[in-house]
C-alpha cells in the first residue's frame, strides 16, 4: 500500500471509531450531547477535510511535504486535546469544590 492510501484507511478507521462512539451515546440516551456535538461537528468535519485533501487527484502525496502531508491531522489533534483540557479542568474545578464543600461541613452533591 502507498502512504497515502494507508493515511487514507486511517481516516476510515478513525470515522468508524466516531461512528461507534456517537452510536454508543445515543443507546445510552444521550448522557452526554456535547460529546456527539463535538464529534459531529468539529470532529468530523475535520476529519472529512483531511480525506477530502488526501483524495485530490491534483495532490502529489509523494511531492508533499511532511509538514503538509500532517498538517490537517495534527488540527483535528489539536482540537481534541484541547476538548480534553477543557473536560480535565472542568473535572478537577468539581473535584476542589467539592472537596471545599466538604471541609465547610456542606453536603456533597
Known amino acids: ?15 468508524g471509531q466516531y461512528d461507534k462512539r456517537v452510536k454508543k451515546l ?6 452526554c450531547p456535547d460529546e456527539v456535538k463535538m464529534i459531529k461537528k ?5 476529519l472529512n477535510k483531511c480525506m477530502a485533501e488526501f ?3 491534483k495532490l502529489k502525496f509523494s511531492e508533499m511535504s511532511r ?7 495534527k488540527e ?8 480534553m483540557g477543557k473536560l480535565l479542568q472542568f473535572e478537577l474545578e468539581k473535584s476542589l469544590n467539592e472537596i471545599e464543600q ?7 452533591s
Open 102 to 108: 466538604d471541609s465547610e461541613g456542606g453536603v456533597k
Open 76 to 83: 483535528l489533534r489539536n482540537a481534541m486535546e484541547s476538548r
Open 1 to 15: 500500500l502507498s502512504a497515502q492510501m494507508t493515511a487514507l484507511l486511517g481516516f476510515v478507521d478513525i470515522q
Open 67 to 73: 509538514l503538509q502531508r500532517i498538517s490537517c491531522t
Open 55 to 57: 483524495m485530490n487527484g
Open 26 to 31: 445515543f443507546e445510552d440516551e444521550l448522557v
Open 42 to 46: 468539529e470532529y468530523m468535519t475535520q
